[in-house]
């Protein structure tokens, strides 16, 4: 299935754990177009992750933007976020929607697998993460996925998201080659001008913008 959320393609932005600047960089990143925004803190602080985590989701409900948590099911139901994102030692797919319910989004990584990708959309994902593409500093030691892996894709017939590496400047292939969604970390938190990075991104969809 797709949730009916996931309907603007665009920049995918996944935040990069405990900063004191989150809120601040993120707002600029909305305002500079991102249609996505995944709350990733692999921390243990569970107290101050759900008062970012609902920050987050207010700040992204005033942009109309879905925000959805990474690997937790417990805290994305806990906020009411739009869903979660799950790899591969996250949780069952099952037992997210089960706990989310019909309308949440539900991503998985694929890697830079057709055969999982298929698994887990016959298995009700609602999009499905490929990468890394490129040298990725958030995962140094990434498998590598290729091009291809997003165009065969197409026929599953979900929105497809690319990770890994990915910049402005490299962003232009993975588009072409059918990715709904680029997913970025370092490329937008690491900029100095937040926003208009991520309008970089945004201007890669000139159609759906």
Known sequence: MTSALLRCPGLYLITDGPRDDLLDKVAQALAGGAKLLQYRDKSVDTSRRQREAVALKDLCAV???PMIVNDDIALAHAIGAAGVHLGASDGELAAARATLGPDAIIGVSCYNSLD????????????????????SPTKPHAPRASLDVLRQSAALGLPRVAIGGITPDNGASLVEAGADYLAVISAVFGAAEVRATAQRFTDLYPVAN
């Open 116 to 135: 999982r990708a298929r698994e887990l959309a016959t298995a009700g994902a609602d999009y499905l993460a490929f990468g890394a593409f490129f040298p």
């Open 63 to 65: 942009h109309g933007v």
